[in-house]
């Protein structure tokens, strides 16, 4: 497992064993502002709505390889490219950069016992993670680690059908 992984990974661990990953919450008692957060997952609103954590390696692009975008699971704000996923051996999706300045924003975050920053979408306010300064040197030095549950992917070949055509320069010439 790479260094910055492994803390995340003992501290995952301990968070799992102790109940704090917990999939069954009750959803909220907040009112859904939109019909897609009418229609989440019980993880989903667990995560973006009271700032939850999925279980690391056991949730769906941890370890997901394929060429598009990542999108805001409420409002569809495209978040972040695939061409920016890299394998931090944490079991979240981690990423060195979002796909704009203007799609997340962060805050301190002194829960779980330790100082972190948290990151959230923009225009849904969803919890997406928490974004750290252990990433790849070369690509800026951050990891965007990120829960599943605040996703959805759009693959490079449903991209402009589904309006996102203007993000298919990012994956110009990747393979």
Same mark, same amino acid.
């Given at each position: ?31 859904? &502002? ?17 700032? !939850? ?37 944490? !079991?979240?999706?981690?990423? &060195? ?18 100082? #972190? ?25 951050? #990891? ?18 589904? !309006?996102? !055509? ?10």
């Amino acid at each position: 497992m790479k260094k910055f992984g492994l803390f995340t990974a003992i501290a995952a661990t301990l968070f799992t064993a102790a109940g704090i990953y917990a999939a069954d919450k009750t959803p909220s008692s907040l009112p859904a &502002t939109s019909e897609k957060q009418k229609n989440l997952t019980i993880m989903q609103e667990y995560v973006t709505r009271h700032g !939850g954590t999925e279980k690391p390696f056991e949730n769906e692009y941890w370890d997901h390889h394929e060429e598009g975008i990542y999108v805001d699971i409420i409002s569809g704000e495209p978040l972040f490219s695939s061409t920016d996923k890299f394998d931090s051996g944490t !079991g979240w999706p981690s990423f &060195t950069q979002p796909i704009s300045s203007h799609s997340t924003k962060t805050k301190a975050d002194k829960s779980m016992f330790m100082e #972190r920053t948290e990151v959230k979408s923009t225009e849904a306010d969803s919890h997406l993670g928490h974004v750290f300064d252990d990433g790849p040197k070369d690509k800026g030095g951050k #990891r965007y680690c990120i829960n599943s549950a605040a996703l959805r992917f759009v693959p490079k070949a449903e991209m402009a059908e589904e !309006g996102y !055509g203007e993000f298919l320069v990012l994956l110009k010439g990747k393979k």
